[in-house]
């Protein structure tokens, strides 16, 4: 009787489909360790920072007449820095000769801007309406006639030690050219500076008829003038004069008008058309889809 073996048979053919096996495991582990040349660079840090443009205007009234110089009116300042910047001006009981001058700063911070100045709600009103003023128009309607004959002009310095009209040169070329529609051929008395002859002194309504569109500030050759640009220092100022001049007399007792300026900035980079494009005006709570 033979012993029991635990012989483990293993033909030829058995043996090589084995190692053929194992020889394919070992070409699959192969594939993932086989190394590509490579190299990897890193640029850290990385920061985009909005640019800021922020505007504050000033208005200060440097000169005036007796009689509202004895009101005290002169030295009167407002600062207008937030947005929608307005800053209001009521014009009312004047008479023939009064007259001030309302100097305006407009500093734009951080980035050059253009600047565009508008009028909003002029208003005109006939008041009261004494004899005197019904003599002169010839009937009882009660015209509002100060917008009519308010000299509104604007100039581009004024010399603080002047301390009256005499200070004021340079009359605006761009702004004061209106088409004198209304045959006013009045002027401010004692200005001094050289003043075009072909320039027009305009009156209230004119100056709104031309600011209701909105008046964008430009330079002597009628060019958008960027403030707070490489050429142009953060602050432009103009003033504006008001003049009732001796020769309107009655026509305007007891009329009244009043309106408001609005100063805005725009930015100068990628704007051909400032104040008059179409993007839309993104919002904090929108929300992305």
Excluded at 12 to 31: D, E, F, I
Aim: aromatic share 8%; proline share 4%; charged share 20%.
């Amino acid at each position: 009787m033979k012993p029991e073996t635990n012989d483990i048979g293993l033909s030829r053919r058995k043996m090589l489909l084995g190692l053929g096996a194992v020889g394919v495991a070992s070409a699959g582990a192969g594939l993932g360790t086989t190394a590509y040349f490579s190299d990897t660079e890193t640029f850290e840090n990385n920061s985009l920072t909005a640019g800021t443009l922020d505007m504050s205007v000033t208005a200060e009234i440097v000169a005036a007449d007796e009689y509202w110089s004895s009101a005290g009116v002169v030295g009167m300042t407002e600062t207008a820095d937030g947005e929608g910047v307005t800053a209001g001006l009521v014009v009312d009981d004047v008479k023939p000769g009064d007259w001030a001058i309302v100097c305006f700063d407009i500093e734009v911070g951080d980035n050059p801007g253009y600047v565009q100045v508008r009028t909003e709600n002029f208003t005109e009103t006939g008041g009261a309406n004494p004899e005197p003023e019904q003599a002169v128009e010839g009937d009882t309607d009660n015209d509002a006639d100060l917008g009519e004959f308010l000299l509104t002009t604007v100039w581009q310095s004024y010399d603080d030690t002047s301390g009256d009209k005499t200070g004021l040169s340079t009359l605006d070329p761009v702004f004061n050219n209106a088409s004198n529609s209304l045959g006013i051929n009045y002027a401010p008395s004692d200005v001094g500076g050289v003043v075009d002859a072909d320039a027009h002194y305009t009156n209230a309504r004119e100056a709104d008829a031309q600011l209701n569109a909105g008046y964008l500030i430009k330079d002597d050759n009628g060019d958008l003038l960027p403030i707070n640009d490489e050429a142009n220092e953060g602050v432009y100022s103009f003033c504006l004069l008001l003049e009732v001049p001796f020769e309107v007399g009655n026509v305007i007792q007891g009329d009244s008008l009043s309106f408001d300026l609005v100063f805005e900035t725009e930015q100068v980079r990628h704007n051909e058309d400032p104040f008059n494009n179409s993007a839309p005006v993104n919002s904090t709570n929108s929300t992305a889809n």
